[in-house]
C-alpha cells in the first residue's frame, strides 16, 4: 500500500503533519545557527530539516498529481518516518530550551539587555556601534521624537528639542517630557580590553521624581503647620505670662484689703495689732503701687520677640519701640503682621525693623531683606485689621509696592514731647 492509494483527506492530512514538522525543523536550525551551539547538534537539526523537506516535497508532487517523481512512497515506511522526524524534532527543541536555560551565549546577553529597565547603548570611539538595546530604541523616539541614530546624533536631538523641559542640565541631565514622563540620562566612557567605549544610559524615572514631589509638598505642609505651631506655643506663652501677671495683681489686692483690715483694726483697738508689722506692711504694698513700670516681660515687644526667634527668625530692631501704653497694642500688631508675611512669601530668616524719633512722631518702617512683591499689595486680613488698629492709636500706615516704588511698609504714630 503506497501513499498514492491512500484518499485525499488521508494525504492531505499526512501532508499537513509533515509541512509542521518542516516548520518545526526549520526553527530549530535557525535558533541552533542564533545560539552558536557545537557543530554536530548543528549538522543534526539541518539533517532533520532537509530530509523533511525532501519528503514533504515528494509528498506534496504526488498530491497535486506532478509524476516528475514516480518513486512511489510505500506508506509503511512514509508513516514511520514522519513519526521518527516529529520525534527527533521535538526531542532537539527541548535540547535547545535546556541548553539556552543553562549556558550563556550572545543571544542571551542580548536578550539580558533587552529585559533590562534602562535604555543601554554602547559604541566606539570612532562612532561604530556596539550594542543597542530595546529600551533605548524606544526611549529615543520619546525624547527625541526620531528614531535612535548614535552617541552624538541622540545628544544633539536632546538638547535642541523644544518639547522637552529641562529638570536639571548637565553632564547628567533629567528632562520632563510633554506627556509627564521623567528621564535620567547619564554618559560614560569606559574601556573594555584597552579600546574606549562610549555609554549612553537612559531611565525612567518618573516614580521617583512623582515621589520626590509629594515628599516635598509633604515637607512643605509640615513646614507650615510646624511655624503655625510655633506662634500657638508663643501665644500659649502669653497666655501664661498674662495669667501669672493677674496671680499677682491679685494677691497685691489682697495684701491690700488685708492691710486696710489691719488698719481698722489698730484703730479700734490699738493694743490689740502690732503696730512696726503693721507698717511694715503697709511700706511693702506702697511699694508695690509706687513700682507701675512694667518690667521686660511684661511688655508685647518682649513675647513677639521670642515668638519670631521660635520661628527662627532673627528681628533686627534698630532704634526703640515706643513704649507709650496707647502704641504697645498697635506696634506689636505691626511686628506680628511683617513676621508672618514674611514666613508666607519670603525665604528671609531675618526682619529689620527701623525706629525713627522726629519731633512729633514716630516713624517705624519694616524692612523685607530686598524681596519686592510683583503685584501690588491688598489690604485684607492682617494688614486691613492692622490699618484699623494705627488710625484708632492716631497714627497712619504706609503700604506700597512696585518695581518703581520697590517694597514700603510703615507706620506712623504721633509722639509726646515731654
Known amino acids: 500500500m503506497t501513499y498514492i492509494s491512500l484518499s485525499?483527506?488521508?494525504?492531505?492530512c499526512l501532508l499537513t503533519i509533515t509541512m509542521l514538522i518542516m516548520i518545526l525543523c526549520f526553527y530549530n536550525t535557525i535558533r541552533s545557527l542564533m545560539l552558536v551551539r557545537n557543530k554536530p547538534l548543528i549538522c543534526m537539526s539541518v539533517a532533520l530539516?532537509?530530509?523533511?523537506?525532501?519528503?514533504?516535497?515528494?509528498?506534496?508532487?504526488?498530491?497535486?498529481?506532478?509524476?516528475?517523481?514516480?518513486?512511489?512512497?510505500?506508506?509503511?515506511?512514509?508513516?514511520p518516518t514522519i513519526a521518527a522526524l516529529m520525534v527527533l524534532s521535538i526531542v532537539l527543541q527541548y535540547q535547545l530550551y535546556v541548553w539556552q536555560r543553562d549556558n550563556l551565549s550572545a543571544m542571551s546577553i542580548k536578550e539580558a539587555f533587552d529585559r533590562m529597565p534602562t535604555g543601554l547603548y554602547f559604541e566606539t570611539a570612532s562612532g561604530i556601534p556596539v550594542l543597542a538595546n530595546d529600551h533605548m530604541k524606544r526611549y529615543s523616539h520619546e525624547l527625541t521624537d526620531n528614531p535612535f541614530a548614535g552617541y552624538e546624533a541622540f545628544m544633539r536631538s536632546l538638547g535642541d528639542n523644544d518639547r522637552l523641559n529641562i529638570i536639571r542640565g548637565g553632564d547628567e541631565p533629567i528632562v520632563?517630557?510633554?506627556?509627564?514622563?521623567?528621564?535620567?540620562?547619564?554618559?560614560?566612557?569606559?574601556?573594555?580590553?584597552?579600546?574606549?567605549?562610549?555609554?549612553?544610559?537612559?531611565?525612567?524615572?518618573?516614580?521617583?521624581?512623582?515621589?520626590?514631589?509629594?515628599?516635598?509638598?509633604?515637607?512643605k505642609r509640615a513646614g507650615q503647620q510646624n511655624t503655625r505651631l510655633k506662634a500657638l506655643l508663643g501665644t500659649i506663652e502669653y497666655v501664661i505670662m498674662n495669667r501669672e501677671l493677674l496671680q499677682l495683681k491679685a494677691a497685691l489686692h489682697d495684701n491690700i484689703g488685708q492691710s486696710i483690715l489691719i488698719a481698722r483694726r489698730f484703730l479700734l483697738e490699738p493694743g490689740a495689732v502690732d503696730r512696726q508689722q503693721m507698717l511694715s506692711f503697709w511700706r511693702s504694698n506702697i511699694?508695690?503701687?509706687?513700682?507701675?513700670?512694667?518690667?521686660?516681660?511684661?511688655?508685647?515687644?518682649?513675647?513677639?520677640?521670642?515668638?519670631?526667634?521660635?520661628?527662627?527668625i532673627n528681628m533686627k530692631i534698630i532704634g526703640r519701640l515706643p513704649e507709650e501704653e496707647k502704641y504697645i497694642r498697635a506696634v506689636d500688631s505691626a511686628i506680628?503682621?511683617?513676621?508672618?508675611?514674611?514666613?508666607?512669601?519670603?525665604?528671609?530668616?531675618?526682619?529689620?525693623?527701623?525706629?525713627?524719633?522726629?519731633?512729633?512722631?514716630?516713624?517705624?518702617?519694616?524692612?523685607?531683606?530686598?524681596?519686592?512683591?510683583?503685584?501690588?499689595?491688598?489690604?485684607?486680613?492682617?494688614?486691613?485689621?492692622?490699618?484699623?488698629?494705627?488710625?484708632?492709636?492716631?497714627?497712619?500706615?504706609?503700604?506700597?509696592?512696585?518695581?518703581?516704588?520697590?517694597?514700603?511698609?510703615?507706620?506712623?504714630?504721633?509722639?509726646?514731647?515731654?
Open 336 to 418: 506680628s503682621v511683617h513676621l508672618g508675611n514674611t514666613l508666607k512669601h519670603t525665604d528671609a530668616n531675618q526682619v529689620t525693623i527701623r525706629i525713627e524719633e522726629k519731633d512729633d512722631r514716630y516713624i517705624i518702617s519694616f524692612l523685607n531683606e530686598g524681596y519686592v512683591p510683583e503685584e501690588e499689595i491688598t489690604e485684607r486680613g492682617g494688614l486691613k485689621t492692622l490699618r484699623r488698629e494705627i488710625e484708632e492709636a492716631g497714627g497712619s500706615m504706609e503700604l506700597a509696592s512696585g518695581p518703581e516704588t520697590g517694597y514700603i511698609f510703615r507706620i506712623i504714630l504721633p509722639r509726646e514731647i515731654s
Open 176 to 219: 520632563l517630557t510633554r506627556s509627564g514622563k521623567v528621564y535620567g540620562v547619564i554618559r560614560n566612557d569606559i574601556e573594555i580590553a584597552g579600546k574606549r567605549i562610549r555609554e549612553i544610559t537612559v531611565s525612567d524615572l518618573s516614580s521617583e521624581y512623582e515621589l520626590t514631589r509629594k515628599l516635598e509638598e509633604r515637607q
Open 8 to 12: 485525499q483527506d488521508a494525504q492531505g
Open 49 to 79: 530539516n532537509v530530509i523533511t523537506f525532501g519528503i514533504f516535497q515528494m509528498m506534496e508532487m504526488h498530491h497535486v498529481y506532478d509524476y516528475a517523481i514516480t518513486f512511489s512512497l510505500s506508506i509503511y515506511v512514509l508513516i
Open 287 to 312: 511699694r508695690h503701687l509706687l513700682n507701675g513700670k512694667p518690667e521686660e516681660w511684661e511688655l508685647p515687644y518682649y513675647v513677639i520677640s521670642k515668638e519670631a526667634d521660635k520661628l527662627g
